[in-house]
Nanobody
C-alpha cells in the first residue's frame, strides 16, 4: 500500500501562485509515475501533470503548460506542483496519485490516491 497526503491548497487571486505538496509513504518503491489530477464542481476529473520515478520526464495537459511545474524530491518522497499565473478556471480539488505504470495519464491507470486539496482562484 501507498499512502498519499496532499497539502498547500488555498484561496488565491488570479495571477497568483500556489505550491502543492504530496507526501508519499508505504511501498513507494512500487510506484513509477506520480501524477496530479483535478476535479472542478460538475466536471469530470482531469489529468494535470505527471512525472516519472527519476524526475527526468514530466508531462502536462495543454491548459497548464508553461504555468505549472511538477517536480519531486525522492529523498523526501514528496511530489510538488508549482502553479503560477493561476486563473479562475484552475479552481478545483487537486489530487495526487501514484501508478506502477510508465507515462500514464488516465485516472484508471493510477492505483493510489490522496484525499485532495482545494484550490480556489478568485477573479
Amino acid at each position: 500500500q501507498v499512502q498519499l497526503v496532499e497539502s498547500g491548497g488555498g484561496l488565491v487571486q488570479a495571477g497568483g501562485s500556489l505550491r502543492l505538496s504530496c507526501a508519499a509513504s508505504g511501498r513507494t518503491a512500487s510506484t513509477y509515475t506520480m501524477g496530479w489530477f483535478r476535479q472542478a464542481p460538475g466536471k469530470e476529473r482531469e489529468f494535470v501533470a505527471g512525472i516519472n520515478w527519476s524526475g527526468r520526464t514530466t508531462y502536462y495537459v495543454d491548459s497548464v503548460k508553461g504555468r505549472f511545474t511538477i517536480s519531486k524530491d525522492n529523498a523526501k518522497n514528496t511530489v510538488y506542483l508549482q502553479m503560477n499565473s493561476l486563473k479562475p478556471e484552475d479552481t478545483a480539488v487537486y489530487y495526487c496519485a501514484a501508478s506502477g505504470k510508465v507515462g500514464v495519464r488516465r485516472g484508471n491507470d493510477f492505483d493510489y490516491w490522496g484525499q485532495g486539496t482545494q484550490v480556489t482562484v478568485s477573479s
